[in-house]
């Protein structure tokens, strides 16, 4: 073989392992890539409806992701009976009430709160089924914020091969002790999953006995919604307020104690009764010195925590449900460089004595309060509170339950 003979052949011979090499990276550069693009759908099945008053951690999920170009399928709790509706939010997120009947409940809106669709799986199935083919979903992300879900994402998941992320919010055997429906879809949806969220420690070290990937993200702040509305104010009295849901879990007890031990301070509440109504009716209802403002919308209610000298969070921390919180208007209030008075919620023994005081005794929890009126708090500055609530930001929440999410598919 003469030496020019050698030389070309030398040259195919490199040239076809480039063009070998080329391929094989090209594949693992589109292999990449259409997992990147499989994982670009998230069926978030809800705990809320989309347009509820109040935004909170669903929304705040929602809207992150849809910002990140996934597109984002919002399934209401509520059903239609005719036929599917979707509505269009923007180009990245649709907001669906598929049709079902629920068969076991008398009641129609909300129904996913009494249902696990066992009455009538074939009606979802062929509504869930319908809409993803009329919208090319492959291999999506099914994300979850309520147990009743639980046998239409495994139906999802065995037809579809879809992942599924459970996104924990409660410590559901204690908001709802007595109803087998949801405690038996949520262990149902626990052993199905591919990745267990939850908000708390508490939650956390009890869920990692039933699935081995739990990860903690806790609540957090759409800190802009509240900061930008910091204003100079000035009361005729302090005014210490509380905003959110009045249930069995308020320890009324504490607001009338301090109420009827300082008529020289206005209490505010805002919020709309679950369940204690005669109990605040009874407790609180006859004090002058006690204002109820009933339900405020999203939107205005910093204009109201504006003015705030004291944001107490007067949980009962003896309870289950509460030892499950991560408050999220720990992180608002913060968001406004609120001074903080808590019950000993265990999620906030972390910042005690930094960021907010926590105690139970009644009189403790009034000297604390007193304090914080009387500017005599050792509680961190204005500016601290507020660089602290910034970076816990809803968004650096996404970010980190994108990772988790992307981890699924490394």
Same mark, same amino acid.
């Given at each position: 073989? $003469? ?68 597109? @984002?399928? &919002? =399934? ?7 036929? !599917? ?14 049709? =079902? ?19 009538? =799986? ?8 319908? &809409? ?14 309520? #147990? ?13 091969? =879809?992942?599924?992320?459970?996104? +924990?919010?409660?410590? &559901?055997?204690?908001?709802? #002790? ?54 100079? &104010? ?25 109420? !009827? /031990?300082? #008529?020289?301070?206005?209490? +505010? ?7 204690? /109504? ?38 009962? $921390? ?9 408050? @999220? ?16 919620? #265990? ?8 960021? +907010? ?23 961190? $500055? ?27 598919? +490394?």
């Amino acid at each position: 073989m $003469s030496l020019n003979t050698k030389n070309i052949l030398s040259k195919q011979l490199k040239l076809s392992c480039k063009n070998k090499l080329f391929h094989i990276f090209n594949n693992k550069i589109n292999k990449k890539t259409t997992k990147q693009i499989k994982s670009k759908n998230i069926l978030f099945f809800s705990i809320i409806d989309y347009k509820y008053k109040y935004r909170q951690r669903p929304q705040h999920i929602t809207d992150y992701f849809g910002n990140k170009d996934y597109i @984002v399928h &919002y =399934f209401n709790t509520s059903f239609e009976k005719e036929s !599917t509706k979707v509505n269009k939010i923007n180009k990245n997120i649709n907001n669906i009430f598929l049709k =079902f009947t629920n068969k076991n409940s008398k009641h129609f809106k909300n129904s996913i709160s009494t249902t696990n669709f066992l009455s009538n =799986f074939n009606e979802i199935k062929e509504s869930i089924d319908s &809409y993803i083919e009329n919208n090319n979903i492959e291999n999506g992300i099914i994300f979850v914020e309520f #147990p009743n879900w639980a046998y239409l994402t495994e139906y999802l998941k065995e037809k579809y091969n =879809f992942k599924i992320v459970f996104d +924990v919010l409660d410590e &559901y055997e204690g908001f709802h #002790p007595d109803d087998e429906v949801l405690l038996d879809s949520f262990r149902h949806l626990i052993g199905l999953t591919d990745l267990v969220i939850t908000t708390s420690n508490f939650l956390s070290k009890k869920l990692k006995n039933l699935n081995n990937n739990v990860k903690i993200i806790r609540n957090g702040t759409e800190f802009n919604h509240f900061n930008n509305h910091i204003k100079p &104010y000035k009361n005729e009295k302090p005014i210490i307020g509380y905003y959110g849901a009045l249930s069995y879990w308020v320890d009324f007890e504490k607001i009338y104690h301090a109420a !009827t /031990k300082r #008529p020289n301070y206005d209490f +505010v509440i805002i919020g709309d009764f679950k369940d204690s /109504k005669e109990l605040f009716k009874e407790k609180l209802k006859n004090l002058s010195n006690v204002k109820f403002l009933g339900k405020i919308d999203y939107y205005i209610l910093p204009k109201y925590l504006n003015t705030f000298d004291v944001a107490i969070i007067p949980f009962k $921390s003896d309870i289950d449900l509460i030892k499950a919180t991560n408050p @999220v208007k720990f992180y608002e209030y913060l968001s406004m460089g609120k001074k903080i008075v808590s019950t000993d919620i #265990p999620e906030l023994f972390d910042f005690k004595d930094l960021y +907010v005081y926590t105690c139970n005794g009644n009189e403790d929890f009034l000297k604390s309060i007193d304090l914080c009126v009387d500017k005599k708090d050792n509680l961190a $500055s204005f500016s601290e509170k507020i660089a602290f609530a910034e970076k816990n930001d809803w968004k650096h929440r996404c970010n980190m339950i994108n990772k988790y999410i992307n981890d699924l598919y +490394v």
